[in-house]
């Protein structure tokens, strides 16, 4: 009893400031334990509606201009279908003859950025699309600019995408010019390091880099930075190659889970007239 | 009252955070209203009711990141004991007081955060910490400062006009 006077009554303070940051360190400890993913769950239900209402919102407001946007390219891109449409046919019939493996689409899944986690170094995105829409963990997302991140946490109705300016997920990824190939890990604010690359490596400033594929999770041929400086590294033996990204993370609105790979002339759109398109798209004629 | 009154500064929080720290950004600097609030209350409430919300903000911010669960609640938690520490020995009401304490809780807050969320990587600790943490600090010590003297404008307003209608 004299110990629980004492830590209880005398030292109130200091023994529950001991206790939550003894409760907080071993959270760090554990591997995400089930009561609170179940906790998570529970959170995520109930900021869904708030954040429905506040997008429905934003969405009111920047609707119209940009439909007047999406027309346009709309337009665009029914031209620039148009020819790749002939490079397709030609493509086919040389992929044919050199017997290569059938080129693959990607089954994209829109969706839009619905919250994000609440602190200033913002590594976490909830999107719309969850369990219904067929979203499982580990499924890549992209945004217009390029790959952003994995599916973290999966619910009913929207999911966490664990973004790639976090130190917890490092990409593999290849110089697209000469195929060098190394590890992009987060730095900070949109800027990478590009990890294992060797002194006699060729990598220059201005190299894109592009997903490789490798680990067969996150597809090949996306670009997640551009090389903005080369040097050596201390040890004289590698070269510290850094990157920005062209993605702006803090302010992703809409973006893209690869829900599965499907052969490309099975892909949407594929044979259809344009004037299904537009109607698709728009909902009327151009 | 008592006790719903914790319920809704976590809701005014997520509230504030969710949606408007956001809109409020400049560049990639965006006041910490988890701290503003965090702050204010824990100098009048004492060290005990601060920290024991700096966990509960803690934690709640823990729960939309869970790669680093834990961490939030942790730096809040600490946050929340000294600055309720400092306010019993300052003047909360001073302005000047508010800002110099909000300022150098966001710096000291960040200082802990930074440093475990680098996994002590000194580099890129401080490339973070002076790019982010200091615009964000001066920007959260100045939105909380307005707040309080908006919030004590409109309390002595209040209290002037009930004392002429009862005159």
């Not at chain 1, 209880?8 to 400031?17: G, S």
């Not at chain 1, 903005?228 to 190659?241: F, H, N, P, T």
């Not at chain 2, 960040?110 to 990587?121: Q, R």
């Not at chain 2, 920007?139 to 003297?149: K, N």
Request: charged share 20%; hydrophobic share 50%.
């Amino acid at each position: 009893m004299p110990l629980f006077e004492l830590l209880f009554r005398r030292h109130r303070d200091k023994t529950v400031l001991a206790v939550l940051v003894v409760l907080s360190l071993t959270l760090m400890l554990i591997p995400e334990p089930a009561n609170l993913a179940m906790a998570r769950g529970l959170l995520n239900t109930v900021m869904y509606p708030a954040n429905r209402v506040t997008q429905f919102f934003e969405d009111f407001v920047s609707v119209r201009g940009e439909n007047r946007e999406l027309k346009k390219q709309v337009a665009s891109l029914l031209l620039e279908r148009e020819r790749l449409n002939q490079f397709r046919v030609e493509r086919e019939r040389l992929r044919r003859l050199a017997e290569f493996k059938e080129e693959q689409f990607l089954d994209l899944r829109p969706a839009e950025v619905i919250g994000r986690n609440l602190d200033r170094f913002q590594t976490m995105l909830v999107i719309d699309k969850g369990r219904a829409d067929s979203i499982k963990v580990r499924m890549p997302v992209l945004s217009y600019k390029g790959y952003v991140g994995r599916i973290a946490e999966v619910f009913d109705n929207s999911a966490w995408v664990q973004l790639i300016c976090s130190r917890n997920s490092p990409v593999s990824c290849i110089d697209k010019r000469s195929r060098v190939v190394g590890i992009l890990e987060w730095s900070h604010f949109s800027y990478f390091e590009m990890k294992n690359v060797s002194i006699v490596d060729d990598v220059q400033v201005g190299d894109t880099l592009i997903t490789s594929g490798f680990g067969g999770v996150v597809p090949k041929g996306y670009p997640v930075g551009v090389v903005s400086g080369v040097a050596k590294q201390m040890d004289g033996l590698g070269l510290k190659v850094t990157a920005v990204s062209e993605v702006n993370f803090r302010s992703l609105e809409e973006v893209f889970v690869i829900i599965d790979e499907i052969p490309w002339d099975k892909a949407i759109y594929f044979d259809q007239p344009d004037s299904v398109i537009i109607r698709d798209l728009i909902g009327e004629d151009l | 009252m008592k006790r719903i009154a914790p319920v809704s500064v976590l809701l005014v929080f997520l509230f504030l955070q969710a949606f408007f720290a956001r809109k409020m950004a400049i560049g990639s600097v965006s006041p910490d209203f988890a701290l503003l609030i965090l702050v204010y209350l824990a100098i009048y409430k004492g060290p005990l009711f601060g920290s024991i919300l700096g966990f509960g903000i803690g934690l709640l911010q823990d729960l939309f990141n869970p790669s680093h669960l834990g961490l939030n609640a942790l730096t809040k938690t600490l946050t929340g004991y000294f600055t309720g520490l400092a306010g019993s020995k300052g003047e909360p009401d001073s302005g000047l007081f508010l800002f110099a304490l909000l300022g150098i809780t966001a710096l000291a807050h960040d200082l802990v955060y930074l440093l475990i969320f680098n996994g002590l990587h000194l580099g890129k600790f401080f490339v973070a910490w002076v790019t982010v943490s200091l615009p964000s600090a001066v920007y959260t010590a100045v939105v909380g400062v307005v707040v309080h003297l908006l919030v004590t404008y409109a309390a002595t307003e209040a209290v002037r006009n009930i004392g002429k209608a009862r005159s």
